[in-house]
């Protein structure tokens, strides 16, 4: 069986990616990997459809430096080195494929959420970065508090 060598874990630094953490740096121990995390800020100008009649490069900034210090401070926790971060500004699909792309990932590990009805037929991030990515994929489910309501 092929070994991991760079493991890649994409991160949205809410409070179930430390499900996400448990499983990766395990996985890396097993392998000896390398690992590296990315955090991928959607630009404003995605959420406002560019249509938005000031300048949003300080807001952006703003959002980008914030995210960085979360992504250091989440990083830090992990109880494994971390080779590299990332934290960049785009569409999360192209973005985390790019980077491990660059950096010859051999494994991405994402987050799913369960997915019913209609954000099922919709997709998630997870199925986005599945469909054209560079390398294997693990989808790790990711139990929210909303998992524990009755329906």
């Given at each position: 069986?092929?070994?991991?060598?760079?493991?890649l874990?994409?991160?949205?630094?809410?409070?179930?990616?430390?499900?996400?953490?448990?499983?990766?740096?395990?996985?890396a121990?097993?392998?000896?990997?390398?690992?590296?995390?990315?955090h991928?800020?959607?630009?404003?100008?995605?959420?406002?459809?560019?249509?938005?009649?000031?300048?949003?490069?300080?807001?952006?900034?703003q959002?980008d430096?914030?995210?960085?210090?979360?992504?250091?401070?989440?990083?830090k926790?992990?109880?494994?080195?971390?080779d590299?971060?990332?934290?960049?500004?785009?569409n999360?699909?192209?973005?985390i494929?790019?980077?491990?792309?660059?950096?010859q990932?051999?494994?991405i590990?994402?987050?799913?959420?369960?997915?019913?009805?209609?954000?099922?037929?919709?997709?998630?991030?997870?199925n986005?970065?599945?469909?054209?990515a560079p390398?294997?994929v693990?989808?790790?489910?990711v139990?929210?508090?909303?998992?524990?309501?009755p329906?």
């Open positions: 069986m092929a070994r991991y060598t760079r493991i874990l994409a991160v949205d630094l809410s409070d179930e990616s430390s499900q996400l953490a448990e499983r990766t740096v395990e996985l121990r097993l392998n000896e990997a390398q690992l590296s995390l990315i991928v800020v959607e630009p404003l100008s995605f959420a406002y459809g560019g249509d938005v009649p000031m300048d949003l490069s300080t807001i952006q900034e959002l430096e914030h995210a960085r210090s979360k992504l250091d401070a989440y990083a926790s992990l109880d494994y080195p971390v590299k971060t990332f934290v960049v500004t785009g999360t699909e192209t973005e494929h790019r980077v491990a792309s660059n950096e990932t051999d494994l590990v994402v987050g799913s959420h369960g997915r019913h009805g209609l954000a099922l037929l919709l997709g998630s991030t997870a986005g970065v599945l469909h054209g390398c294997d693990l989808a790790v489910r139990h929210t508090d909303k998992d524990n309501e329906a």
